[in-house]
C-alpha cells in the first residue's frame, strides 16, 4: 500500500482514478478500508483517495502515547492534501471525520474545493441552540466504559457497547465481517479518543465556513444526527441536504448506490 510521509509518520492511503482528488476521511474505528464502496464509482470520475488517520491500521496501535486527537489528524490531513501536490481537494468526511474535514476546511480554505459532511460528528455549543448544547453521538461515560471493556481485553464488547451507541440499535452482532474485522484492527485507537476533548461547533465557525457544503444523513439515523444536520444546514450559508432513504449511521456501507450518487451529482454541479 503507498504511503506518505506526513509530520514525521507515514500515512497510509488507496487511490484510484485521476483527475480532480476527492479525499476521504474515515470515522472512528475505521481506516482507508471503510471507504471499499465509493472507490471505484468515485474513480470513475475523481482521483479518489481514501487515507488511514494516525495510529489506525495498518498500524497495529496499543493506545498509549500521543498523536490520536482531533488536532494532530487536522495538521496531518492538511499536510497530506500539500503533499499531494494536486490543488484544492473535494473532501469527504464520516462521523469523526466529517468534524475533523470540517475544521480542515475552516482552517485551510484554499485546499478545498468542496466539502462533503456525512453525519459529522461534533456538539453544537450554546451559540446555537441551548436545547441542542452537550448533546453527542455517544455520551463521554458509554464511550469511556467501552474503552475500559477494550483495555481489559473485551474487545467486542467494547466495541458493540460503542457502536450500538452510535447507530441506536444493537448493530455490530449484525455487522459483516469485513466491518468488524476492520473495528477489532482499530479497537485500541479508542482508548486515545476517549482523552480527546469534546468536539464543539460553534455559530461563529459555520457563519465562517465558505465552501460549498453537502450534508449528508441517514433517514434512520438516531438523534442527535439530525439535529445536528439543521443546525448546520440552517448556519452554513448555501450548504445543501440529501436523506438516504432506509440507511442509519453507515450510509455509505448500507446504501452506497444512492449515497455515491448524491456525492458525485454534488461534486458535478455548478
Given at each position: ?20 482528488p476527492l479525499l476521504m476521511i474515515h470515522g472512528s474505528l475505521c481506516d482507508y478500508r471503510y471507504w ?196 448546520l444546514h440552517q448556519h452554513i450559508d448555501g450548504s445543501r441536504r440529501v436523506t438516504i432513504a432506509g ?24
Amino acid at each position: 500500500m503507498p504511503s506518505l510521509r506526513i509530520n514525521d509518520y507515514d500515512l497510509a492511503y488507496a487511490e484510484a482514478g485521476s483527475g480532480t482528488p476527492l479525499l476521504m476521511i474515515h470515522g472512528s474505528l475505521c481506516d482507508y478500508r471503510y471507504w471499499h464502496p465509493q472507490m471505484a464509482p468515485f474513480a470513475a470520475r475523481r482521483r479518489a483517495i481514501a487515507v488511514s488517520l494516525r495510529h489506525c491500521w495498518p498500524e497495529a496501535w496499543d493506545g498509549g502515547g500521543e498523536g490520536y486527537s482531533i488536532e494532530q489528524h487536522v495538521q496531518d490531513t492538511i499536510a497530506f492534501i500539500d503533499a499531494l501536490d494536486a490543488g484544492p481537494v473535494d473532501l469527504l468526511g464520516h462521523s469523526r471525520g466529517g468534524y475533523i474535514a470540517f475544521l480542515v476546511a475552516l482552517r485551510a480554505p484554499g485546499r478545498v474545493r468542496r466539502l462533503i459532511l456525512a453525519e459529522p460528528g461534533g456538539t453544537p455549543d450554546p451559540t446555537l441552540a441551548p436545547e441542542c448544547a452537550g448533546l453527542a453521538p455517544v455520551s463521554s461515560s458509554r464511550l469511556a466504559e467501552a474503552a475500559q471493556r477494550i483495555a481489559a481485553g473485551d474487545i467486542d464488547g467494547g466495541l458493540a457497547l460503542f457502536i450500538d451507541g452510535v447507530s441506536g440499535a444493537p448493530l455490530w452482532q449484525h455487522m459483516v465481517g469485513s466491518f468488524k474485522r476492520m473495528a477489532r484492527d482499530n479497537a485500541r485507537t479508542l482508548l486515545g479518543q476517549v482523552r480527546e476533548q469534546r468536539m464543539g461547533f460553534s455559530r461563529a465557525q459555520l457563519r465562517a465556513l465558505k465552501t460549498p457544503t453537502l450534508l449528508i444523513g441517514g433517514a434512520l439515523s438516531p438523534p442527535p444526527f439530525p439535529q445536528l444536520l439543521d443546525l448546520l444546514h440552517q448556519h452554513i450559508d448555501g450548504s445543501r441536504r440529501v436523506t438516504i432513504a432506509g440507511a442509519r449511521h453507515a450510509m455509505n456501507l448500507a446504501a452506497p448506490i444512492p449515497f455515491n450518487a448524491a456525492v458525485l451529482d454534488f461534486l458535478a454541479s455548478p
